[in-house]
């Protein structure tokens, strides 16, 4: 059974940090580049970050490069969201997703598994 599971998520003020994780199935892990995207109040997911399963790729949307981290470890079937200097517009559900292929991608559709989401919140 396919099972992703995040955390981390919580309250924070602006300018704060944040560290998401997400655990996987091995399964689901293997082989698999995994990435994270975002579901704001009233707003279509969107991409945040992606990692290719080697953990030597990644892609970034524009919005949160040089500000979130992505990272993977593959002896622990987990990723990393490392996420500074938040903003309010930050302010979403953060979902982890397992793609169904191994290089990293920004296409939604490239993901086949997701999990359940962990709700970012960040206070001006």
């Known amino acids: 059974q396919v099972q992703l599971v995040e955390s981390g998520g919580g309250l924070v003020q602006a300018g704060g940090s944040l560290r998401l994780s997400c655990a996987a199935d091995?399964?689901?892990?293997?082989?698999?580049?995994m990435g994270w995207f975002r579901q704001g109040p009233g707003k279509e997911r969107e991409f945040v970050a992606a990692v290719n399963w080697s953990g030597k790729g990644t892609l970034y949307a524009d919005s949160v490069k040089g500000r979130f981290t992505i990272s993977r470890d593959n002896a622990k079937n987990t990723i990393y969201l490392q996420m500074n200097n938040l903003k309010p517009e930050d302010t979403a559900i953060y979902y982890c997703a397992a793609a169904t292929t191994p290089y990293d991608t920004k296409i939604l559709s490239d993901y086949a598994y997701w999990g359940q989401g962990t709700q970012v919140t960040v206070s001006s």
């Open positions: 091995i399964r689901t892990f293997t082989g698999s580049a």
